[in-house]
Every structure is written in structure tokens, then in C-alpha cells.
């Protein structure tokens, strides 16, 4: 029985002109089955259909979309996908300006909470430890007229004094919870199978790092309520010093007011601790909604690369910046009521908050957190704990503008590169 073979087949190196022609001998001996390189060629590259074209001895096939060698063009050959695709891919420099963008959105947010943001800083701290005060700052309008006076009475370092203790603070935060995670079994992140236990875990080693981190803390915010005019040009480790000295009981003089530390721990680990729950839970809302938003745009076909580009980077940012913004404006209560007994008993001296220039001194009487509570309700009220809220409004409301501004010059950038 013959095997049914066309003539001329053109598969596994057999190309005998009839059945007739020996296998072996003749001018094209058929190809050996035992050669394992042979046979790997032909299993990632199936022969060609007979009949399909005209091959010569020793021919492939060409890729799909380039004309053969042999095949005169009848016209100017066919993209695939006109204009690259269509869906384009990023070129080099496209894939470089991506890299670079998302490093300087990250850098442009860092630059607006720590830098841009720090005369904020200033001045709600400020508000929030003046009990003299008869202006409470509510509203930004009257946040600006006071930097206005200061800068103009003290010049512009007195809008960003203690700028460098705040870097140091977060260094010592960040040092001190990768130290503590080292050497013990508390985790420093939650995995997606969480239980009471590692969530509780969690949240001592937050709390453990609070308490090693609280008398520099107290260090950086005598340095951003101290008054310009008679602070002295401290070092930028001023700060640790100072924290160091508060601990061992050695450094500057201070009053017999002066609260220990242990009776600051509650206040600062509680202020802490909470700061880190509600944002990392309005984090995690804020970016569910944000990536369910992207994800019924990608279904519904409307997305374009840009956008596509942009989902890539900003929902973090914005998840951040909402995290950031419900937490300040939730625990600023309590935020004021811990200035309070921090900066007690350390003899600093502020500057007047109603008038712009001239000083006060801090003389303060609190035995504790609740005695601050009662006291700050009784002589001024409940809005006496929101002292100084107009400028976290400016600080976010800066934030927001930096953030769309970026997003608009990124768009921009992306738009023209693709």
C-alpha cells in the first residue's frame, strides 16, 4: 500500500518529483529523521503548504508582513497596524520620559509636604500652643495676613525655622521601626491574609516607634514655635542633641512644669497609632474607588494611552493626599492638646499670633491629658481646639493645586511623546 504523498511535497526535506524516485540517492537525498536539531526546526516552524508559492532548495518562509525576495512588489507594502499599531507602544524615549515622570511626581509631592508646606507647619503649631490668643485662625485669609506680618518683621526664615528637625524626626521614625522589626517577630507590613494577632503586632511596633521617636519630636517642635527673634542660629543636629537631653534629664534649663515623658507616652503613641489607622483605611477606600473607577474606563473602551499612563501614577498620590488631609482634620483636637503638653515647662517663647510681631512666653499649667481637655473647653471653647485650622486648608489646598499642576504638565509631556 502506497502512501498517499503529493508529488513534489515539499515537507521534512522529501522532495521527490514522483513516488517512484528512490529515498536515498538521486540529486536531493531525502533528509535524515534522526538529526535532533532537524527535527526542532520543523516543530517550531511547520513546513509550507504545497502549492502555496514557488520555493527554491534551501528556502524559508518568510515572516508575516515581509514581502519575499523573489515576489516582485506590486506596491508599497501593507502595515499591520498603521502608525505603529493600534495599540502604540512606547518608544525609547517615551518608556525614559515614564521612568523620569513617575520619579518626579514622587519627588514634586515629597517637595510639597515636607518643603512647600512647611510655613503651614509653622504657624498651626504656633496657633495651637498660643492659649493668649484672641484670634483662632479659622480661615486661611487670616493665616496669610499673620505669614505676611512674620516674613515682614523677621524675614523668611522665620516661616521655615525647624524645617531640618522635621527630616531628622522622620529618620529617626523610619530607623527606629526597621531596628525594632529587625530584631524582633513584629511585623513592619500587614499581608493580605491578616489576622487580629499580626494586626496587633503591627500596631505595637507603630506604637514602640512612637515612643522611641517622642523626644525628638518634642526637639523639632520647640524648634518650629520658637520665636526668630530670639532663637540663637542653631545646627541642624540640634535637634538630636536636644532630644537626648531630654531624655537623660541633661541640656537647656527647664521649668518645674516641665511633664516627664512617660506621662507624654499616652498622648503620643494615642495620637500616633490613630493617625496611622485612619489613614491607611481611607488610603486603601480612596484607592479601591479610584482603580474600580479605571477599571469600568478600561471596560468601556474610553481610556486613552495617556490617561492609561496617568492611572499608573496619580491614584497613589491621591490616595495619599485624601489619607493625609481626613487624618489632620479628624485628630487636630487632639494633635493641639499634644503640642500643648510637649512644649510645657521647656521656657520657649512664640511669637503673638494677633498681632504679627512681638512674643510671648509659654507658661502653661496642665497636670496631664485630661486636665489640657478640660481646661482648653472651659477658657476657650471648643473652637479653642481647632487654633490655627486656616492653615491646614492653605497646606492642602497647595498640595492639590501641586498635584494637579504636575498632572497637567506630565499629560502635556505624555501627549507629545506618543
Known amino acids: 500500500m502506497h502512501p498517499r504523498r503529493p508529488d513534489g511535497f515539499d515537507g521534512l526535506g522529501y522532495r521527490g518529483g514522483s513516488r517512484d524516485e528512490p529515498a536515498f540517492g538521486g540529486p536531493f537525498p531525502a533528509r535524515s529523521f534522526s538529526s535532533g536539531a532537524d527535527l526542532g526546526h520543523w516543530v517550531t516552524t511547520p513546513p509550507d503548504i504545497p502549492g502555496s508559492r514557488n520555493l527554491h532548495w534551501g528556502e524559508k518562509s518568510p515572516a508575516y ?10 506596491g508599497p507594502a501593507e502595515e499591520p497596524f498603521p502608525g505603529g499599531g493600534d495599540c502604540p507602544r512606547p518608544g525609547p524615549s517615551s518608556e525614559q520620559l515614564n521612568r523620569f515622570a513617575g520619579f518626579g511626581i514622587g519627588l514634586a509631592s515629597l517637595f510639597t509636604e515636607n518643603v512647600l508646606a512647611h510655613p503651614c507647619i509653622v504657624l498651626r503649631r504656633q496657633c495651637q500652643v498660643n492659649y493668649h490668643a484672641r484670634h483662632y485662625h479659622l480661615t486661611p485669609f487670616t493665616i496669610i495676613n499673620i505669614m505676611y506680618s512674620f516674613n515682614k518683621t523677621q524675614g523668611p526664615r522665620a516661616l521655615w525655622k525647624g524645617m ?18 529587625e530584631f524582633t517577630p513584629l511585623p513592619r507590613e500587614v499581608s493580605h491574609k491578616w489576622n487580629p494577632k499580626q494586626i496587633g503586632e503591627h500596631l505595637l511596633l507603630k506604637g514602640l516607634t512612637y515612643m522611641v521617636a517622642m523626644p525628638f519630636y518634642s526637639a523639632s517642635l520647640i524648634e518650629t514655635v520658637q520665636s526668630e527673634i530670639i532663637r540663637d542660629n542653631t545646627g541642624i543636629l540640634e535637634c538630636v542633641k536636644e532630644g537626648i537631653g531630654r531624655v537623660i534629664g541633661l541640656g537647656v534649663p527647664h521649668s518645674k512644669r516641665l511633664l516627664p515623658l512617660f506621662s507624654l507616652i499616652f498622648p503620643t503613641v494615642l495620637h500616633g497609632v490613630l493617625h496611622y489607622i485612619i489613614s491607611s483605611i481611607i488610603q486603601k477606600f480612596v484607592l479601591l474607588l479610584l482603580k474600580r473607577k479605571t477599571y469600568s474606563s478600561h471596560l468601556a473602551e474610553n481610556t486613552s494611552p495617556v490617561q492609561s499612563m496617568l492611572d499608573a501614577y496619580f491614584p497613589e498620590l491621591i490616595a495619599n493626599f485624601a489619607a493625609s488631609l481626613c487624618s489632620d482634620v479628624i485628630l487636630y483636637p487632639l494633635e493641639t492638646v499634644l503640642h500643648r503638653l510637649h512644649i510645657q515647662g521647656t521656657r520657649t517663647i512664640i511669637d503673638n499670633t494677633d498681632l504679627g510681631y512681638e512674643v510671648l512666653p509659654i507658661n502653661t499649667q496642665y497636670e496631664g491629658m485630661r486636665d489640657c481637655i478640660n481646661t482648653i473647653k472651659q477658657e476657650e471653647g471648643v473652637f479653642g481646639f481647632y487654633k490655627g485650622f486656616g492653615a491646614v486648608v492653605i497646606q492642602y489646598t497647595l498640595h492639590a493645586a501641586v498635584l494637579q499642576i504636575t498632572k497637567i504638565i506630565y499629560a502635556t509631556l505624555l501627549q507629545n511623546s506618543i
Do not use: D, R
Not at 164 to 178: D, R
Open 164 to 181: 531640618g528637625s522635621t527630616f531628622i524626626v522622620q529618620g529617626v521614625t523610619l530607623g527606629a521601626e526597621g531596628i525594632i522589626s
Open 65 to 74: 508582513g515581509v514581502p519575499s525576495a523573489s515576489t516582485p512588489h506590486e
